[in-house]
Every structure is written in structure tokens, then in C-alpha cells.
């Protein structure tokens, strides 16, 4: 069955508890179908319909920081827990000064977190922004 879309650029997207590293992920109906660690073994997932990311620039900022949070949950079968705000979803946060959606796509990985919450508690919080932790 083809996927909606096929991100495959050569580029670690997750890694899982069996530390594999995977360079293709095909997506289908807002769910991850497979995740391969070669670009090119996702081919048979390609459709008419099927929408192949396959260059670094071409994927924004709102995909990027859903392939850094929910799709890591995806790839571990832990998508109602793992990389989602939503009650009952592990409360690991992580927040950020402005608006990640507005610098280059390529600059969210040296972004500086202002908080970090590991299980509801500040782990990281220079400004005491979430009180004493």
C-alpha cells in the first residue's frame, strides 16, 4: 500500500530502544508504516499519490520538530506516551525561547533549551522559570 509520504534524505530521523538508526520513514495517515536504515528500501511504499521528501531543504520546521518528538514515540510504539503533550503522556518537556518555527530549519539542533521537565520536574531551569526544582 502506498504512503502518504516518504521522508528519505539520508539523515538519522530516530533511533530506537534497539539502537537503530533509520534514514527513511514512510508515513501514512499521519502514522509512521516503516522506517528503514537505507534511503532506498522504502521504494515499494511509493505510490501515484505518494509525496517523496527527498532533499534536507525541503523538510520545514513544523516537520522537523514532529520527526524530533512524536515520531520518536512512533518508531517505539509508544506514540500515546512518548513525544505528545496530551494527559497521561509522560510529562518530559522541554522548552525553548521564542518560536521554533521561525528560524532556518537547520538551526534547531543548536538551539538552547531555556527548561527541561523530566517527569514533571525541573531538570534544567537557569531562570527558575518553573519555581525551585
Known sequence: MP???VFRVGRAYGMTADRG???AVAVTDGRITAAERSRDDLD???GPGTTVID???RVDAYTAIWLYTAAGGRLLREDDSVGILAPGA???IVGFRGD???GPVDDLPSR???LTLAGGRAVHDPDGLFGAA
Request: overall charge negative.
Open 21 to 23: 538508526v533509520y534514514q
Open 55 to 57: 532533499d534536507p531543504e
Open 90 to 92: 509522560f510529562a518530559d
Open 100 to 102: 521554533l518555527l521561525d
Open 3 to 5: 504512503a502518504d509520504v
Open 44 to 46: 515499494s511504499f511509493i
Open 112 to 114: 538552547q533549551p531555556a
